[in-house]
T-cell receptor
Framework: AQTVTQSQPEMSVQEAETVTLSCTYD???????LFWYKQPPSRQMILVIR??????QNATENRFSVNFQKAAKSFSLKISDSQLGDAAMYFC????FGSGGYNKLIFGAGTRLAVHP | EAQVTQNPRYLITVTGKKLTVTCSQN?????MSWYRQDPGLGLRQIYY???????DKGDVPEGYKVSRKEKRNFPLILESPSPNQTSLYFC???????????FGPGTRLTVL
C-alpha cells in the first residue's frame, strides 16, 4: 500500500522569504500523480500544484514550485516570496495513475505553515 | 458555478442519534468520495463511488454508510454515531480517470 509522509508538523517563514515543505512517499507503482493542497483557516481544500510522475520536469505555478525526485520518492514544495496569505496547513497527496479510474487520494499528515511579517 | 456542496457545515449531536451529511455536485462527475480529516492523520478515505449504484469501501469505512441513487448526490450516513467519529468530513468529486478532484467546504461533526 502507498504511504505519504510529511515529517515537518510545523514550519515558519518570514514574509518575502522562501520556504520548502518536505514530502516523501512509498509506492511500487511507476506511474502516479502527486499533489500539494493548501487548507487555510476556512478549511477549504485548495489545489496548489500537481505533478505527473512520468514527467521529469518539475511543476511550477507562480510562486509555488516542486522538487520531484522520483528515485528518492521525494516531492517537496517551495514557496517563494512568501505572503501572509500563504499561512495554512499544507497536505501532500498521492494518487494512483490507473486501476480503472480509481481516484483515491492518499494524504500525508500535513504541515502547518506560519508566515511572520 | 462548478461546485461541491455539503450540508450541514457544522453539526453537534449525541451518541447513537442517526444523522446524514449530504453532498451534491453540479459537474456531472462520475466519481465521488468521502474523507475524514483528523489531527496528525491527514485525510483518509471513508467510501467512494464510481457511478450511480456503484459504491465501495475506502480505508476507514467502519460506522459509516453511503448511497448513490443519483449521479449528483452522495450522502454519508452515520446510523449510530460515536465520539470517535468526531471529525472534519470532506466530500470530493471528479471525472473518472481525471486527476483533479473538487472538494466540498467540509462538515465539522462533533459527537458527544
Amino acid at each position: 500500500a502507498q504511504t505519504v509522509t510529511q515529517s515537518q508538523p510545523e514550519m515558519s517563514v518570514q514574509e518575502a522569504e522562501t520556504v520548502t515543505l518536505s514530502c516523501t512517499y512509498d509506492t511500487s507503482e511507476s506511474d502516479y500523480y502527486l499533489f500539494w493542497y493548501k487548507q487555510p483557516p476556512s478549511r477549504q481544500m485548495i489545489l496548489v500544484i500537481r505533478q505527473e510522475a512520468y514527467k521529469q520536469q518539475n511543476a511550477t505555478e507562480n510562486r509555488f514550485s516542486v522538487n520531484f525526485q522520483k528515485a528518492a520518492k521525494s516531492f517537496s514544495l517551495k514557496i517563494s516570496d512568501s505572503q501572509l496569505g500563504d499561512a495554512a496547513m499544507y497536505f501532500c497527496a498521492y494518487r494512483s495513475f490507473g486501476s480503472g479510474g480509481y481516484n483515491k487520494l492518499i494524504f500525508g499528515a500535513g504541515t502547518r505553515l506560519a508566515v511572520h511579517p | 458555478e462548478a461546485q461541491v456542496t455539503q450540508n450541514p457545515r457544522y453539526l453537534i449531536t449525541v451518541t447513537g442519534k442517526k444523522l446524514t451529511v449530504t453532498c451534491s455536485q453540479n459537474m456531472n462527475h462520475e466519481y465521488m468520495s468521502w474523507y475524514r480529516q483528523d489531527p496528525g492523520l491527514g485525510l483518509r478515505q471513508i467510501y467512494y463511488s464510481m457511478n450511480v449504484e456503484v459504491t465501495d469501501k475506502g480505508d476507514v469505512p467502519e460506522g459509516y454508510k453511503v448511497s448513490r441513487k443519483e449521479k449528483r448526490n452522495f450522502p454519508l450516513i452515520l446510523e449510530s454515531p460515536s465520539p470517535n467519529q468526531t471529525s472534519l468530513y470532506f466530500c470530493a468529486s471528479s471525472l473518472v480517470g481525471v486527476d483533479t478532484q473538487y472538494f466540498g467546504p467540509g462538515t465539522r461533526l462533533t459527537v458527544l
